[in-house]
């Protein structure tokens, strides 16, 4: 399965027997427990040379949460016999069967006689949170490249590979999905180890469903993924230095980090700083994930594990960061780069007066989010709301998700934007919101460059669409950069590079390509670059007067189709009023789309038989002129109800 009918949510929701009931509203808080109430671990008894750091990376939909599942069963972490999907928390990631947040879990596996302390890092998987992946394995050793033995290699298999392989990570290919009628392991070993480069015999066939040979993925996570580096210093003797890959929001104890230790010991009372913000905390407790929180009284060289230390919020936590010691300073870890949201929207109540409900729930949302900015915005036409920024489509899509099922929220999400920046006299600015972009006259009087941003798309489709495929890129501004077949694959199908702006697809791309590949294609992309571009700003103009909500920045070859679909789309959802009204798509002063709303007619002759027209003429003219007089009144104030900004918007 694709990953567009994972993004539109077509997987169907588990049943209820087949999962435990979890309260979305408390989210990764359930595993808070009292301290008393959980089993510390003694980590003395895991030296490490007997610690496996590793992760589970695959394209959406190939069993990544199954496997981890059926790894914590064999070790005994968890019960055996329930699909429960144990790191996925979410109601939303249960719901779509998709992961939009890291997390991990540790795991201790009885080796011929050795106990080994395994610590599985999850990722999300989807590339609006590649960054997300890229910290995760930033803890890793190894990892499991996981491949459904029915579909091969997809977009976000060659991607995650590639972030992996960068790191130096030792990669064991893992063919799921070997017992379905339609799989094809042995044709999508081969193809898998050609492609890679990786050892025939280093492949491993499994069912994660069933269980079938996931013991040999213990195994061997044990004999081929190394362990964290020795040192020959003690880790009491080292400065702590460690990176900080992920964190979630407990209400009675703020943000809790999740953190490898690179070097160096931490435990319970260390003053400790954050390398990025240079914050100071105290250490409450450490422990580690199994997967419920256990304690411990230190972590060191090597371990992964929690820290809390009173950071209010998770917005204190930041991704990639390096925690060290007040005492002992260190130089910070390469790749670390705040979190930039590439995806705006406005998030409006659809009632004026649940705005402050909506931001309670908006931030309510953002302390397990810290990747989302929120910041308050005024529109004319749909009151008080929010500008919030999101990594990606999906991420908006998932945001509102949770505000419809865990607060119960109806809001309204104008359409999305992406960052573009403006350079005039020197300066740059960066503009976020289509009321900031500057107007025609502006832009040819002071000489203005305008840039907007790309990315780099990877899509692997059958060659029986590719044609379309081609078509459709090549209709959203896209640039090939390369076209190749995957080797052994039945049936063929090309891997296409393409350079194309983010703006092209953050609206309807992934639904027009699923339609016009059936549903085979698979899609990735990565942030690249900004490029010079030909922008303008299309205002929405109802009776003359200009709509901020529904202003838009689009690229001038676009602009007059864009244009024409909107009034479209608006003419079907104002109502009538009791005289014309004219909507209108203008580029600064000058229009370029027009439709006409025809007035709402009272026949005021009806009443009269008989006698001279005059009569009737006098009642028309009458009729008239009360029009001419309404209209010159309602100049700004056409009536516009909220309801028909959601019917525009779902649309």
Not at 333 to 340: A, D, H, M, Y
Not at 432 to 457: D, G, H, M, T
Not at 463 to 490: K, P
Not at 602 to 612: D, K, P, Q, R
Request: proline residues 6%; neutral net charge.
């Amino acid at each position: 399965m694709s990953i567009f009918r994972l993004a539109c949510g077509s997987i169907p929701r588990p049943s209820p027997t087949a999962l435990p009931i979890f309260s979305s509203s408390i989210r990764r808080s359930q595993r808070h427990i009292s301290t008393s109430q959980r089993r510390s671990l003694n980590m003395e008894e895991y030296p490490t040379e007997r610690i496996r750091n590793f992760s589970v990376v695959a394209h959406i939909d190939h069993g990544k949460s199954t496997l981890s599942d059926r790894l914590l069963e064999l070790t005994g972490t968890i019960k055996a016999g329930q699909n429960q999907q144990v790191l996925d928390k979410l109601e939303v990631e249960r719901e779509r069967g998709i992961t939009v947040k890291a997390n991990s879990s540790s795991m201790i596996y009885d080796y011929k006689g050795d106990k080994f302390l395994l610590n599985l890092i999850d990722t999300p998987g989807h590339v609006d949170f590649s960054y997300e992946v890229s910290r995760s394995l930033g803890a890793c050793d190894g990892a499991l490249l996981l491949v459904d033995a029915t579909q091969g290699i997809q977009a976000q298999t060659l991607s995650v590979y590639e972030l992996a392989s960068q790191r130096n990570l030792t990669i064991i290919p893992v063919i799921n999905k070997i017992d379905l009628p339609a799989a094809e392991p042995d044709a999508v070993i081969e193809q898998v180890v050609m492609q890679f480069d990786l050892d025939l015999d280093s492949a491993l066939p499994i069912s994660a469903k069933s269980g079938l040979n996931v013991e040999q993925v213990l195994e061997a996570i044990v004999e081929k993924i190394p362990p964290p580096p020795a040192s020959e210093v003690s880790p009491r003797q080292q400065p702590l230095k460690a990176l900080l890959f992920d964190s979630y929001f407990d209400k009675f104890r703020g943000a809790v980090s999740l953190i490898k230790i690179e070097s160096g010991m931490v435990q319970k009372g260390d003053v400790i700083v954050s390398h990025h913000s240079k914050s100071k905390y105290t250490v409450t407790e450490v422990g580690v994930l199994n997967p419920d929180e256990k304690p411990t009284t230190h972590l060191q060289h090597g371990q992964v594990g929690y820290l809390v230390c009173g950071m209010k919020e998770s917005g204190e936590a930041h991704i990639g960061d390096t925690i060290y010691k007040q005492s002992q300073p260190v130089d910070a870890l390469p790749g670390f780069q705040p979190v930039k949201p590439m995806v705006f929207a406005g998030v409006f109540p659809v009632d004026n007066k649940d705005f402050l409900r909506l931001e309670e729930n908006v931030k309510r949302l953002t302390l397990n989010d810290p990747s989302v900015t929120v910041h308050r915005e005024s529109s004319n036409a749909l009151g008080q709301g929010c500008r919030v920024g999101f990594l990606g489509q999906l991420h908006l899509d998932v945001f509102r998700q949770r505000l419809e099922d865990e607060h119960d929220s109806e809001v309204i999400i104008t359409a999305p934007t992406v960052p573009y920046k403006v350079v005039q006299g020197g300066k740059e600015r960066v503009v976020r919101v289509p009321s900031e972009f500057p107007e025609p006259a502006e832009l040819s009087n002071r000489k203005a460059s305008l840039f907007e941003p790309y990315v780099n798309a990877e899509i692997i489709v059958p060659d029986e669409y590719v044609g379309s495929v081609i078509e459709l890129l090549s209709a959203h501004r896209g640039e090939q950069v390369a076209f190749s077949y995957l080797e052994n694959s039945n049936p063929p199908r090309v891997h296409l590079k393409y350079h194309i702006p983010l703006a092209e697809i953050v609206t309807d791309f992934y639904a027009k390509l699923k339609s016009a590949t059936s549903g085979y294609a698979s899609f990735e992309y990565q942030q690249a670059d900004y490029v010079a571009s030909d922008l303008v700003k299309v205002n929405m103009l109802i009776h003359h007067r200009p709509v901020d909500a529904l202003a838009m920045i689009v690229h001038r070859s676009k602009s007059m189709d864009v244009a024409k679909h909107w009034v479209k789309k608006l003419k079907d959802v104002i109502p009538k009023q009791q005289f014309e009204v004219a909507i209108q798509a203008a580029i600064g002063q000058k229009p370029i789309a027009r439709e006409t709303i025809k007035a709402m007619r009272m026949n005021v002759t009806e009443g009269l038989y008989g006698g001279h027209f005059d009569r009737k003429l006098k009642k028309l003219n009458q009729q008239k002129r009360g029009k001419a007089k309404l209209k010159m009144k309602a100049v700004g104030n056409i009536h516009l109800p909220q309801s028909a900004f959601y019917d525009l918007m779902k649309s």
